[in-house]
C-alpha cells in the first residue's frame, strides 16, 4: 500500500529490550548524591512508611547528613567512564545490541537517575518498537527492586497513546543458566587467589525483615540461589545480607557482623560474592571490597578476596542474551 505525500512518516516495525538496574548519581559529589537519594528513598516501594510520616524524616534529617558521607563512598569507586553500576549496565546494553537479530534494539535506563526508563522507552518507541521487552536485572525478585522497575515502565505506559506491546522479565534465582554463570564466574575468581578460603561468604543486599512477613519472596530467592551455587561449587556457602539502613529489624546474618565474628571461630581466609547483583556497584566496590575487606582483617582475619559480579564479562553477557533470549520467544526467531 502506497502511503499518502502528507502521511507521518512510520519507522520499520522493531523489538526493544531495555535493561533497567537500580540507578545512581550523576558524579560524586554531595549535591548529585542528594537529589539521587531524595527520588530513592521517596519511592514508596523502597521506604513504606506513610509519607506524611517519612518526608520530614529523609528533607529533615537523612538528605541533610547523609549525602557527604556516601559521596566521600562513591568517590573511592567512580570510574574515568562515571559510575560502575551506569557504565557496566550500559556496556552490558551495547554488548547485546544485535544479539537478538537486526530488528531488535537494546538499551539501558537507570530506575533512579539518568537515563530514565521512561525516556528510554520513549526513545525505543521513537525507533520503530512496538513490543518492548523490559528487564529488570534483578536476579531475585523483590518489590523494592523488580517491582518498581515495573512500575515506572507501566507508568511511562499510560502517558502514551500508541503504546508498545509490553513483556518483562521474571526473576532467574534458581535458572540453571544464572547457577551454571555465578559457578564459572566464582571458580574462576577462586583460582586467581594466591590463598585458599576458609569460607565463602554470598552477600545479598539486604531488605527489612517486615518485607518478609508481608510476603516478598526475596528472602526465599536468596537462600535458594546460595544453596544451589553452593551445591554446584561442592561447598557450603555462608549467606548474609548487607546495607542495614534505619533502625528497623533486617534480614539476618548480616554480612558486617558476620566478617567481624569469623576469626574469632578460626575462619581468617575469606572469599565474598555477591550474586544478587548483575553489576559492581557502590555495595559491592566500597561496602564489601573496601570496608568489608578493613572490618574482616581489623577483626583477625588474614586474608580476604572480593570476587567481582558477572557484569559485562563473557560469562555474563552469555546469561543474558540467554534468557533475554528466551523471553524474546515468539517476538523473534532464535538466533
Sequence with gaps: MT????????????IGVLLVNLGTPDAPDPGAVKRYLGEFLSDRRVVEIPPLLWQPILRGIILRTRPKKSAHAYAQVWREDGSPLAAITKAQARGLDGAFGASVTVLHAMRYGKPSVGEQIAALKAQGCERVLVAPLYPQYCAA?????????????????????LRTLPPYYDDPAYIAALKTSVEEGLAGLD??????????????QRTLELGDPYHCHCRKTGRLLGEALGRELIVTFQSRFGRAKWLEPATDTTLEALPAKGIRRVAIVAPGFSAD???????LAIRGRESFLESGGTDFAYLPCLNDSATGMELLRQIIGRELAGWVNPA
Design 195 to 208: 590463598f585458599e578460603p576458609d569460607a565463602v561468604i554470598a552477600s545479598f543486599h539486604g531488605m527489612p
Design 3 to 14: 502511503l499518502p505525500a502528507d502521511h507521518p512518516k512510520i519507522p520499520p516495525a522493531r
Design 145 to 165: 527492586t523488580t517491582a518498581t522497575a515495573n512500575d515506572v515502565a507501566f507508568a511511562a505506559l499510560m502517558a502514551m497513546r500508541w503504546q508498545p506491546a
Design 281 to 287: 556497584c557502590l555495595e559491592t566496590l566500597e561496602e
